[in-house]
């Protein structure tokens, strides 16, 4: 078995205020659509593909495995499309069609609670302020659902993503461990 250190995080909207969600120029958000849910599949596979959490879960080091989650989130109850963002850049291929760089999706967990999946932007488009947008766009998604309170959980050998989320305000409320087997093909290093 490998143990990974997962820190699990809460955002409180009584603590903070949420500052709106700024893109850097030819960037936008695309809010949800189920006929998108392809395109959030194949970018969070674009992001997630030779990362740290594809290891600690395995199906996002495959397209079929980010096809799966994305369709297992997408069809809870608890599903929250206004939690739920693309981030793409227009008219950067060549063929001028939108390039989709980031992914993000929100789940209700509870009454009061809402909880974050799978931040990423792709290793093109990082450093440019998209993950930083991604989530606040998140928060403001789960403010306007009525939720006072947001959880996420990141692996804490995941710098950028722990940084990224406590300089938004999300603090440390636990510490929990994956365990993952050996013989999981995206265990072995
Ligand atoms: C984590 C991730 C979403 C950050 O996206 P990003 O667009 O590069 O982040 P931003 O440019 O918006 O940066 C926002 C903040 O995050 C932190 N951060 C981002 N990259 C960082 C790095 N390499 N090292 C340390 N902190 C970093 C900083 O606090 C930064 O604020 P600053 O620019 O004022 O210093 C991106 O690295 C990613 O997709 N990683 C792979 C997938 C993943 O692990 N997702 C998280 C799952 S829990």
């Known amino acids: 078995m490998r143990y990974f250190r997962r820190f699990r995080m809460e955002f409180n909207f009584s603590e903070h205020e949420v500052p709106a969600a700024v893109l850097p120029p030819g960037y936008r958000f695309v809010a949800w659509k189920p006929e998108d849910l392809d395109r959030h599949s194949v970018t969070k596979f674009g992001c997630f593909r030779d990362e740290l ?14 096809r799966r989650l994305m369709l297992e989130i997408a069809s809870q109850r608890t599903f929250l499309p206004q939690a739920t963002w693309l981030i793409c850049r227009d008219g950067e ?6 390039v989709d760089c980031g992914t993000i999706q929100g789940l209700a967990n ?40 947001v959880f996420l959980e990141a692996t804490a050998e995941n710098g950028p993503a722990v940084e ?12 929990t461990f994956r365990q993952v087997p050996d013989e999981s093909p995206a265990a072995s290093e």
């Open 53 to 66: 959490d594809s290891m600690v879960f395995p199906s996002l080091s495959s397209l079929a495995g980010c």
């Open 164 to 175: 990224l989320y406590r300089s938004v305000g999300f603090r440390l409320i636990r510490t």
């Open 110 to 149: 509870g009454r009061d609670a809402g909880s974050v999946q799978n931040v990423g932007v792709c290793p093109d488009y990082r450093g440019l302020g998209l993950g930083r947008a991604l989530v606040l766009q998140a928060l403001a998604g789960f403010q306007a659902a009525g939720l006072r309170r």
């Open 93 to 98: 291929s060549s063929n001028n069609k939108p």
